[in-house]
């Protein structure tokens, strides 16, 4: 198991850029694959993005070239750094963890280990 931490959600406006953190516990921070997902008001959780072990990373269509996905694994800390927001992007953000090596699943289902979420609200 791992424990999960997010951080640095808040109000933005616009075409603003927002940097999302997450911090694990435990010293196997370099064996899980780290996934961030976002979950709307009345909607379902969704996939945003995921980085694996080798330091891969892939999107959902509607964030690419928009946001990043990277990892410090000696800070034990996974970011999001979002940029160009637009209100579609409104949400809680959520990461997620699993020791799968370099695999990964875009269905919330898939992931065991959660962080509490974040609130990041954009403003037209």
């Known amino acids: 198991q791992v424990q999960l931490v997010e951080s640095g959600g808040g109000l933005v406006q616009a075409g603003d850029s927002l940097r999302l953190s997450c911090a694990a516990s435990g010293r196997t921070f370099d064996i899980y694959t780290m996934g961030w997902f976002r979950q709307a008001p009345g909607k379902e959780r969704d996939f945003v993005g995921v980085?694996?072990?080798?330091?891969?990373?892939l999107y959902r269509d509607s964030v690419k070239g928009r946001f990043t996905v990277s990892r410090d694994n000696a800070k034990n800390t996974v970011f999001l750094q979002m940029s160009s927001l637009i209100p579609e992007d409104t949400a809680v953000y959520y990461c997620a963890a699993k020791a799968a090596g370099d695999n990964y699943n875009d269905n919330p289902t898939w992931w065991p280990n959660w962080g509490q979420g974040t609130r990041v609200t954009v403003s037209s």
């Open positions: 980085i694996g072990t080798s330091g891969r990373t």
